[in-house]
């Protein structure tokens, strides 16, 4: 559809599916039991039995007198017997523990359904094999969260979800209220997540960080590359005129205007019309515009420099470890000179980076420390790292996928035994800081994006950078949960005051004493103060006063975080519900998980403008 800006269309049906990509949506509703309500119940399958711990028969069912779901197992060894499970998908009532100031519904009236942080529990997921829609739960054993499910077809499935139960919970508690989805929906009827893409009326966030893939092509060819690049056997590359359609469909987005904007694919700097691109991006308003690179491009100086005068912000660089041997395995040649090489063009142009390593257990999980002390090393440079627990979008064996799965629990105990940080205290979720940026635009009446996505798609903490080198863990010396909380509290006051309401003199003074007593008294560090804290939070949330003199002299920070992207075996749709980094593609609004993992809406979108290889 042509212009991409002005996509608005109905869910499609089976009775209307005209193009690849829409038989394949609707394709993956042949079972939808959510969907169908107490109509989709019993669901039955393969189930552990957490006594014997042996896979037994049994099905998911709803008891009516109680409005409550039950596993009931007919075990060999332990007789039939029922579990009670947490369930927002068929139950009724509000489950304990959901925010205060939870919404109950979109803009658009789909229903919102609150984060549940206990086990066992019910889950709308994918079969792994056919990723059509099935029933699952999640439960813990040996201090681990796990999800299991069986598909009608293809069978039973086991994947382990986090291996720190307890901080999985934590990160669910460590959570604020919900967002309300967008005021323009490409699909205003939509009712099969994620089959009724592009951006839909089910949608809860607004996006935080926007992708748009400028090419398939790549000049490295790596297995463990999301968008299989080279291996497609054609080339998909939108043109200029396309790029500024997506573009614009980010910046008309409502109520807030995408104002991240990250250049992917393949490689996206292989693009003819790159520089072109970065500039209309600036000229458009984008305020940060990235590029997920490989850095091959950005270790040339010239380009580099041809990159930054056309307003490149930030590099997201893929860095799996410090060893070219690593290198060597997982991109197919050496490269850690051109990495440094990369790292130092970026240095002269004053563009920032953030690292990003595919982590595969067994492979290069053990370089988590090696990567973090490289970061510091360069920290006025590289001011993040967004560790990527690998995600398998192909078939895998079983034991394969048990020996390589690398989890977010994995990741902050990793995290902490290479900085001092502390699990349990310093870990939190993405979307902690959400009032950040609710406050900050009560504060200049102008749109915040937002980072709220489900307490499960990321984690991470902040540390301060002492001049010597030392990290000190920020939650080490505010309490986080007051903080933010705090604010939430304080920007939910200001909206009671009404619409057009903003920050008084006042409000910053209440402001200035929620720092105050968040404040770890107890451990206080003279060197990190409750000013000196702000001062670093301002120059991380805006990227004028970031660079400028003064904030330069505040201490660095550095921002150690995991996304885990989901796979067909761990997939949640409540999580891409709440999703907030999402593509912009000829089809609209798609999130990440949808893309590159899950259902794979990849080579059916890149079919809309793929070509034939040359030669």
């Known amino acids: 559809f042509r212009p991409i800006n002005e996509i608005a269309r109905k869910a499609v049906g089976s009775d209307a599916a005209g193009t690849s990509l829409e038989e394949y949506k609707v394709s993956l509703r042949r079972y939808s039991p959510v969907q169908k309500g107490l109509a989709g119940l019993p669901w039955s399958g393969e189930w552990r039995c957490i006594k014997c711990r042996e896979n037994a028969p049994g099905k998911l069912l709803h008891e009516p007198a109680e409005d409550a779901l039950y596993l009931e197992l007919e075990c060999p060894k332990c007789g039939t017997w029922r579990e009670r499970h947490h369930d927002i998908l068929f139950t009724r009532s509000t489950p304990p523990g959901a925010h205060p100031r939870q919404p109950e519904q979109t803009r658009s009236g789909f229903p919102i359904r609150p984060i549940l942080g206990e086990w066992p529990k019910t889950v709308e997921t994918l079969c792994p ?174 380009f580099a420099k041809k990159a930054a005068e056309a307003g490149l912000h930030t590099v997201y660089l893929q860095f799996d470890g410090v060893k070219d041997e690593l290198y060597q395995k997982l991109r197919g040649k050496p490269l850690m000179e051109v990495k440094k090489a990369a790292v130092e063009n970026c240095r002269r142009n004053d563009i920032r980076i953030c690292l990003v390593p595919t982590i595969v257990k067994g492979v290069n999980d053990d370089q988590i420390e090696p990567i973090l002390k490289f970061a510091v090393e360069n920290s006025d440079v590289i001011n993040a790292i967004a560790y990527q627990p690998v995600s398998f ?102 909206d009671a005051r009404g619409p057009d309401a903003r920050v008084t003199r006042w409000d910053m003074a209440k402001l200035f004493w929620i720092f105050l007593k968040s404040y770890q008294w107890g451990a206080r560090d003279l060197r990190i103060t409750p000013l000196g804290f702000m001062r670093a939070l301002r120059s991380m949330t805006l990227k004028k006063y970031g660079r400028s003199a003064e904030g330069k002299k505040v201490y660095r920070t550095m921002m150690a975080a995991g996304m885990h992207f989901m796979d067909r075996y761990n997939y949640d749709t409540e999580r891409i519900r709440r999703c907030v980094i999402t593509y912009s593609t000829p089809d609209g609004f798609y999130p990440f998980c949808t893309i590159n993992c899950g259902p794979s809406y990849r080579p059916y979108v890149e079919e809309m403008n793929a070509r034939p290889l040359e030669g």
């Open 393 to 494: 979008t192909g078939r895998i064996a079983r034991k394969e996928l048990e020996s390589k799965r690398y989890t977010l629990g994995d990741l902050a105990e990793d995290i902490a035994e290479a900085s001092g940080a502390d699990v349990e205290r310093d870990f939190y979720p993405a979307n902690l800081v959400t009032p950040v940026s609710r406050f900050l635009e009560k504060l200049d009446g102008k749109p915040k994006i937002r980072t709220s996505c489900h307490s499960e798609c990321g984690l991470g903490t902040y540390f301060f950078i002492t001049p010597d080198g030392e990290l000190i863990p920020i939650p080490r010396m505010f309490d986080m949960m007051k903080l933010f909380g705090g604010m939430n509290e304080l920007t939910a006051a200001i």
């Open 129 to 302: 094999e056919c990723s059509c829609l099935i029933l699952g739960r999640s439960f813990v054993e040996d201090g681990a969260v796990w999800m299991e499910k069986t598909c009608p077809e293809h069978g039973y499935y086991r994947d382990k979800v986090n291996s720190n139960a307890k901080l999985h919970a934590l990160l669910s508690q460590r959570c604020f209220q919900d967002e309300t989805g967008v005021e323009n929906p490409q699909v205003a009827d939509g009712a099969h997540c994620p089959t009724d893409c592009g951006f839909c009326n089910q949608h809860h966030s607004t996006p935080c960080l926007s992708q748009i893939d400028l090419s398939n092509r790549c000049n490295l060819t790596c297995p463990v590359c999301f968008a299989s690049a080279n291996q497609a056997g054609y080339l998909s590359e939108p043109s200029y005129e396309m790029v500024v359609e997506m573009l614009t469909t980010l910046r008309e987005s409502k109520p807030v205007p995408v104002t991240a904007v990250q250049f992917t694919g393949g490689e996206p700097t292989m693009h003819p019309d790159f520089f072109r691109i970065v500039k209309k991006a600036n000229d458009m308003g984008f305020t940060h515009v990235q590029i997920a690179s490989n850095g091959i491009l950005m270790a040339d100086p010239e």
